[in-house]
Each structure stands twice: as structure tokens, then as C-alpha cells.
């Protein structure tokens, strides 16, 4: 009995304890609802310090003043006259997502703006309300305030986005610059355009055409036209629009870059055209830009349209630039060119260079064509570089089944589709000296420098200072103690010494030195190390920064003309470390997998345990 009476007491005690739990919550729930704006209102925390994004509320209270729409907006923006940071930022974000809005709220939302330039520096979100508001007003204010912060990557971007096709002749009207107008003024224009063409899909040839008449009138700032022609690609594909673009550029070299834009939106063809032009068959070897690559990047982002300039990208295949052969080679899968099959074939079993075999077997991949699998399933089988069979194989299977190509981008990065190549690794691959012992190389023939033995004798200018590109720029550089670089090793070839440094993004070069004089510099790369195997010495590069990931050996010879350098083998990725393990062999530890180099064998994978 006294059992039972203490259980029962048990569950009595329990209810009254849910029940006093259920009751605090439901006053806590009260403490976040609201009824009136005001009250709303006066739920929005006073939080002190910086405050980011649309600032911190509850959820239900931000949610019950959306529900008031326009009723809540002269309170919200008195609201941003307020010193708090987050009551203003709250209500600003607030402002900008009242959907109801219309012409006569004009002034209120300006005078929004003006708060927020005035408390912050920046116009924040009520820029976007603008959109909603629409109207002569609106639309003028938009065009000028974008003219003054130079930028739509921000809440103008969304306003204008908004406002869709009403807000175009405001942009054009506003590009109408008779007299001064920098070309800083006109810099968020491109991003509003551009957004008409991704977000809101406007397609207006009448706007199009109005773009190319101010385009072509030389009373009009030439900022102003530069801009018009650029962006008349967002607005439409119509191709006879597209060969009076051209026709224009053609006599108007000036125009030709802005005219490229328009045509390279467009999808069109005469684009194509204007591009190929732009291909260098003679590197710059001082400059470390490849203007290559953004052209035959381009050419691959217009995809069949380009197709017509498959003869004169096929002629790259041959090129001396290794980077050209890759480029190339992927140009041709995605622009469709399908005469080009029997070419990149040829370079599908590449051993020395494996960037160039994969590019090829995209390519055939992009070109969908049943013929090539047998050659493509050998590579699969036979090449040394593990992580290209295994992509090798996926292709095979990928054709067989029919499948096209996909991306594993999102489609707006096409430019890492592009340089897929550079991502593919084998990951956690890499050997220490309990898999390879490190035969020694004599100090009379290689010297490392580092925190404790520092090569002074070898100290040399840096080369960037000597080149026009580079030179002027960093003035104040070239003109400094800090400008002479202490390399990171030399190593005796020949009579002379070869000195060389890498210094990541900064750069590296390969430096020739005679006594103690610097006499040539041989090549401008990041210097890894250098071996000396016969009558050749080898040089390690390479580099390994953000999305990048390259590295290559050089083979180096003195002839009687002077000194010869090439490229020798592509290594999976950047070269981390390397030693000898031979007289004749070296381990290369990558980023992308280990190595074993023999000059007379190649690559292969090294077994690490």
C-alpha cells in the first residue's frame, strides 16, 4: 500500500513538474510573438558592436513583419534612423523584401539609403526595394548611384534584377556621357547586363540595337561606347545584329575587344573568329601570363558555335608550347570538331607528357565517337600513370554506354572544367627514406642553402626586375636591398654553377653562374632541385597554388651555342621533395603521387609502403 500511494505521489509530482515546464515555455513563446508592428518592432534586439548580414532577430518576429508588407515600412524606416547597428540592420533587409511597394515610396526608401551611406558608408539592403518600387525615380536614382559605387555585385545588382526590362533604358540613358565620364563610372554596367542575361533571361533586340547606335555615335564618351558595344551580347543572339557588330569591329580595330564580348555572348560564330586571331604561336618566355589559354578557354565556352575555327585550333596540336598541345586538344572536344579524331589519337598513349594523353581522351569523350575505344581502352591498360588508366577506363565505359560528358562544376565555373586536369591525383601517395635511402651528392658538386648555410656567393638580382613588364611596377622593389635573392641551392655543371630558388606564388628562376657573377638566366620557374645525371643536368619545377597544380622536369645541355633547356617530362603534379636513390634515378615525391625518374626510362609510380 505504501508502494502504491509513493508511485501515485511519484506521477503526481511528475505532471506538476510538466506542467510548470509546458507553462515556461509557453511564456518564453509569448516573449517572441507580436501582434502590431510596434510590437514587432520593439522585439528586435539592441545587440552593440559589428553586425553582420540582414542582422540577428528572432525568426517568428521577422517573419510576422514581412506579413505586414507595406504597412510596415514608414516604421522600419524610421527604425533606420536609429544608432543601433542591428535594430537598423534588421529593419534594412526588412525594407528591402516589401513586395508591395510603388512609386510613391520612392522618397522613403532614398531616404533609407542616405541613413545607411551616412551611419555605414554603404547604401545597404533597401537598394533592392527599388526593384519593387519602380518608376521614373527609381530608375534614375539606381543608374546613379551605380555610376558612384562602380559596382552590382551588391543590393543594386538586385533591384535591378527586379525591375527586369523597365530598368534597361535607364542603363542606356545613362551611358548617354557627352562630355568627361571616367571609366571606373561604367564598371557596374557590365555586371547588370550581365545579370540580365543569367538571372532574368531578357531577350531585346530593340534595346540591342539602341546599345549599337550610342555604340557608334563619336559624340559620346568612349568609355560610354565601349561599354555598349561590350554588353549588346546579353541582350540578344539575333545574327544580324551579331555581323554588324562585326562589320563594325572590322573597320573599327579600336572596337574590336568590346565587339569580341558582344559577339562571345552572343554564341556567335564571327566571335570565334575574332578570337582564333588572338593565338600566339611565339611564348613570351619573361612573361608568366599564358594568353593562350584564355583564348582557347573561351573558344571551348562557346562550344559548337566555335566550329568553324576548328582547322586553325587543330594546327596548335603541333605546337612546341606543351600547354598549347593540351589546350588545343580540349578545344577541339568541346567546339565538336569531329575532323580532328585521328589527330588526338595520336596523342592518347603520350608518355612523356600525361596532361597532353588525358586532354586527348576528353576530347574523343566530348566527340562521343564509338571508333576510338580500343585505342583509349589500351591506355587504360598500358600507360604508368595509375590515376590516367583509371580515367582512361571511365571514358571507355562512358562511351559505351552513351553518356556525354559531365561536368563535376558547377556550370557557371566552366574555366575549372576546363583545367580539370590539373586535379587529377593520387591522393596520399608519398614515399619517405624507409622506402628509398638518399644516396649522397658530394658539397664540391651541390651545395643547399637554408636557415643555417645561407648561399651569399650566389646571390643574384632578381630577373623580374629586368623585364618591361615587371620592371616599372615594382620600382620601389627593384630599387631595394630585398631585391637580390639568396637561392636555395647551386649545383656544379660543367665549369659554371647553376643556382635556382622557388618562392611559391612569388616565382622561382634557374640561374647560370660563372665565379660569382650571374650570367644567364635559363628559365623562369620554381626550382624545386636540380641533378646532374651524365653529360644533362634535370630541373625540378613546379607549382602548386589555389586551383593550379603543375610540374615539370626540363633537361638542360651545353651545347656550343650556349646552354639548351626543354621540357622533359610532365610530373604528376608540383614536386614537393626529391633525392637520389641512384646514380641514375631520382624520387620525386609530387603532390600528386610519387615518382621514380630515370632519364633513360621515363616515369613510373614509386611503391611506397
Known amino acids: 500500500m505504501l508502494i502504491r500511494d509513493l508511485y501515485i505521489g511519484f506521477i503526481k509530482i511528475s505532471l506538476l513538474i510538466s506542467s510548470l515546464i509546458l507553462a515556461s515555455s509557453l511564456r518564453a513563446s509569448d516573449d517572441t510573438s507580436c501582434n502590431t508592428i510596434e510590437s514587432c518592432i520593439a522585439l528586435i534586439p539592441a545587440i552593440e558592436g559589428k553586425v553582420w548580414g540582414a542582422g540577428k532577430v528572432d525568426d517568428a518576429v521577422r517573419d510576422k513583419l514581412k506579413s505586414f508588407g507595406r504597412d510596415a515600412l514608414l516604421p522600419l524606416a524610421k527604425l533606420t ?32 539609403i542616405q541613413n545607411n551611406i551616412e551611419l555605414n558608408g554603404g547604401g545597404g539592403w533597401s537598394y533592392g526595394a527599388l526593384g519593387y518600387v519602380g518608376g521614373d525615380d527609381a530608375g534614375k536614382y539606381l543608374v546613379s548611384e551605380l555610376k558612384r559605387v562602380q559596382s552590382a555585385s551588391n543590393q543594386i545588382g538586385t533591384a535591378f534584377n527586379r525591375l527586369g526590362v523597365e530598368g534597361i533604358p535607364y542603363l542606356i540613358e545613362g551611358l548617354r556621357c557627352y562630355g568627361y ?24 533586340d530593340q534595346s540591342a540595337m539602341q546599345l549599337f547606335s550610342l555604340a557608334k555615335n563619336e559624340k559620346i564618351n568612349l568609355h560610354a561606347r565601349h561599354t555598349a ?24 580595330i579600336e572596337f574590336s575587344g568590346s565587339a569580341l564580348m558582344a559577339l562571345q555572348n552572343m554564341k ?33 565556352e562557346m562550344g559548337e558555335a566555335a566550329n568553324s575555327v576548328g582547322g586553325d585550333v587543330m594546327a596548335y596540336l603541333n605546337s612546341e608550347s606543351w600547354e598549347d598541345r593540351i589546350h588545343s586538344s580540349l578545344t577541339l572536344g568541346y567546339i565538336g570538331y569531329h575532323e580532328a579524331v585521328p589527330e588526338l589519337l595520336k596523342l592518347i598513349s603520350n608518355e612523356v607528357d600525361w596532361q597532353q594523353a588525358y586532354a586527348a581522351i576528353k576530347a574523343l569523350h566530348l566527340l562521343a565517337d ?31 554506354a552513351n553518356k556525354d560528358h559531365e561536368s563535376e562544376y558547377h556550370p557557371n565555373n566552366f574555366a575549372y572544367d576546363f583545367l580539370d586536369y590539373q586535379q587529377l591525383r593520387e591522393e596520399n601517395h608519398t614515399c619517405d627514406k624507409t622506402d628509398y635511402k638518399m644516396v649522397s651528392e658530394p658539397v664540391e658538386a651541390k651545395r643547399y642553402g637554408g636557415r643555417e648555410k645561407k648561399l651569399d656567393s650566389f646571390q643574384y638580382k632578381n630577373p623580374m626586375c629586368s623585364s618591361d613588364e615587371y620592371g616599372d611596377y615594382y620600382k620601389d622593389y627593384c630599387t631595394s636591398p630585398e631585391s637580390f635573392v639568396i637561392p636555395s ?6 665549369e659554371k654553377w647553376l643556382t635556382g630558388d622557388n618562392r611559391g606564388e612569388w616565382g622561382g628562376e634557374l640561374i647560370a653562374f660563372a665565379g660569382s657573377e650571374a650570367i644567364e638566366t635559363l628559365l623562369n620557374e620554381n626550382i624545386e632541385d636540380v641533378y646532374v645525371l651524365g653529360e644533362y643536368a634535370y630541373v625540378i619545377t613546379g607549382l602548386a597554388h589555389m586551383s593550379s597544380n603543375n610540374g615539370l622536369i626540363y633537361r638542360l645541355e ?16 608540383a614536386p614537393r621533395t626529391s633525392w637520389k636513390i641512384s ?24 611503391n611506397c609502403k
Not at 528591402?96 to 531616404?111: E, P, R, T, W
Not at 570565334?272 to 600566339?280: D, E, H, Q, T
Request: charged share 25%; hydrophobic share 40%; proline share 4%.
Open 229 to 252: 558595344l561590350s554588353v549588346i551580347g546579353y541582350m540578344t543572339v539575333n545574327p544580324q545584329i551579331a555581323n554588324q557588330i562585326h562589320q563594325y569591329a572590322e573597320k573599327n
Open 583 to 606: 646514380d641514375d634515378s631520382i624520387l620525386i615525391n609530387t603532390v600528386s603521387g610519387a615518382v621514380i625518374f630515370n632519364p633513360s626510362d621515363g616515369l613510373k609510380m614509386a
Open 181 to 204: 565620364c571616367s571609366e571606373e563610372e561604367f564598371r557596374g554596367f557590365r555586371e547588370v547586363f550581365y545579370n540580365y542575361q543569367r538571372w532574368t533571361k531578357v531577350a531585346d
Open 370 to 400: 564509338n571508333s576510338t575505344v580500343p585505342q583509349i581502352e589500351k591506355v587504360a591498360n598500358t600507360h604508368w600513370y595509375k590515376p590516367l588508366r583509371e580515367f582512361a577506363q571511365k571514358v571507355v565505359v562512358s562511351i559505351k
Open 268 to 300: 556567335s560564330p564571327l566571335g570565334a573568329k575574332l578570337l582564333v586571331r588572338r593565338l600566339s604561336r611565339e611564348k613570351d618566355e619573361s612573361s608568366i601570363f599564358d594568353s593562350n589559354l584564355l583564348v582557347f578557354r573561351d573558344l571551348s
Open 81 to 112: 534612423g536609429e544608432d543601433n547597428p542591428n535594430r537598423r540592420k534588421v529593419a534594412d533587409s526588412l525594407i528591402a523584401d516589401i513586395k508591395d511597394l510603388n512609386a510613391n515610396d520612392f522618397s522613403i526608401i532614398q531616404h533609407v
Open 489 to 494: 641551392l647551386a649545383v656544379k655543371f660543367g
Open 558 to 573: 651545353h651545347t656550343d651555342a650556349g646552354y639548351s633547356i626543354e621540357p622533359f617530362y610532365r610530373l604528376p603534379g
